[in-house]
Each structure stands twice: as C-alpha cells, then as structure tokens.
C-alpha cells in the first residue's frame, strides 16, 4: 500500500537555528497539509497546498513558516527561526484530487527546540 | 467554520466492555468524518471514515461509528474492548469546501482495565 514518509524522524535543533521538514507525497497526489501536534494536545492544521501555492493557512503558519516542493516530488516545511514553542511532532497529509477529503498522514517528525 | 468537540478526555473500560467513545461536530455544510488513533510516539491511523451513503460505518480492529446528522455526532464504538484499543483517539471534520483540511478534536485517551 502507498505511504507518505517523513525525514528526519526526529530533529533536534537549538532556538534560533533553522530546520527543514521533509515529506514525500503519495506518487499521484497533488494536495499537500502540514499539521502540528504540542506534546500531549490536539493535531492542529498548519498549511495546505495545491499547484505550487498556499491554499490556506492557520493562524500558527506564521511568518517564520515556508512551505514548499522544489523538486516536484519532496514537500518540504522551514521554520527559519525556531522557537522553543515550536517543539512539536509535524504531520504531512497528502491527498488525491478526485477523492481530496480522504487525507494520508505520515509518520511524523518530532522536533525538539532546545 | 468548522470544529468538532470530543466529550471525555479520557475513558476506562474493562477488557470485554463496550467502548464508547464520543464525537459531535459543527460544519457548514455537509460534513466528513474521521476517527483516528494514535499509539505512543507514533502518527495518526486512520480507524473509518465517513463521506456519504450508509450512516453507520465500519472500520479497522473491530470499531464503527454512526452518522447522526440531526444530532450531528459521530461517536464511535466496538462491543468487546481488548487491551491492544489502549490509546488516543482523535475525530476529525473535513471540508471539500476548505480544500480538504482537517479540523481535529482535542482526543480521548481510552484505557482499558484487566
């Protein structure tokens, strides 16, 4: 079965540094969301994106998030400063356009802010 | 808007017992629905879902879950719990409208007893 897999599995990074999520969609997928999820709280909704563009973005997605897909295969989330509250497991969902509700979830990546 | 409220934060049920975990959600338009379950330290499983057609609807490891549009719930079930359902479950609304983003509630933690 097809899976949506998620690089590094865990990150741990220093308050300030820059990281990259990394995430590769299911092959024929063309919707792309990153989710959030702060240690023991609910999966908030992140970003989502649709033919190289934002579709929407949460309050959260702010201006030190950067969502991306530079080679037409990887989808990638910076955060370009990091802060100690951005220590969270990320989700990558992906979904097919004729059936967009039904998202994918990748494993996760825990990233740690020390 | 969307949003979806879990009633419950945690639920213990001893090992045979009905599980009975609960779900209600708000959408303006018609809904999709998800269960999820999430394992220690893993990601999101997707358990049923819920688009259109038959109300009741069942899933993986023995769980279902019923639509109930003029309640508007979504509570999920399974006759006999076994130790290995000790875990968080998530619900989640989608809307086609919203380019597919999930809006997640804040989970159950279902523990099951000896």
């Known amino acids: 079965e097809p899976e949506v897999t998620q690089t590094p599995s865990h990150q741990v990074t220093q308050m300030g540094q820059e990281v990259i999520l990394r995430c590769v969609p299911i092959?024929?997928?063309?919707?792309f969301y990153w989710y959030r999820q702060i240690l023991g709280q609910k999966v908030e909704f992140l970003v989502s994106f649709y033919n190289n563009e934002i579709s929407e973005k949460s309050e959260i997605f702010d201006d030190q998030f950067s969502v991306e897909r530079p080679d037409g295969s990887n989808f990638t989330l910076k955060i370009r400063s990091t802060k100690l509250e951005d220590s969270a497991m990320y989700f990558c969902?992906?979904?097919?356009?004729?059936?967009?509700?039904?998202?994918?979830f990748g494993p996760g990546t825990r990233l740690t802010v020390t | 808007a969307q949003s979806v409220t879990q009633l419950g934060s945690h639920v213990s049920v001893s090992e045979g017992a009905l599980v009975l975990l609960r779900c209600n959600y708000s959408s303006s338009v018609p809904p999709y629905l998800f269960w999820y379950v999430q394992y220690p330290n893993q990601g999101l499983q997707l358990l049923l879902k819920?688009?259109?057609?038959?109300?009741l609807v069942k899933g993986i490891n023995g769980f279902e879950a019923e639509f109930k549009k003029s309640e508007t719930s979504f509570h999920l079930t399974k006759p006999s719990a076994h130790m290995s359902d000790a875990a968080e479950y998530f619900c989640?609304?989608?809307?086609?409208?919203?380019?597919?983003?999930?809006?997640f509630g804040d989970g159950t933690t279902l523990t099951v007893k000896p």
């Open positions: 819920y688009t259109t057609g038959a109300t």
């Open positions: 092959s024929n997928h063309l919707y």
């Open positions: 969902a992906t979904a097919d356009p004729t059936n967009l509700y039904e998202q994918y």
């Open positions: 989640a609304v989608s809307e086609i409208t919203n380019a597919g983003k999930s809006t």
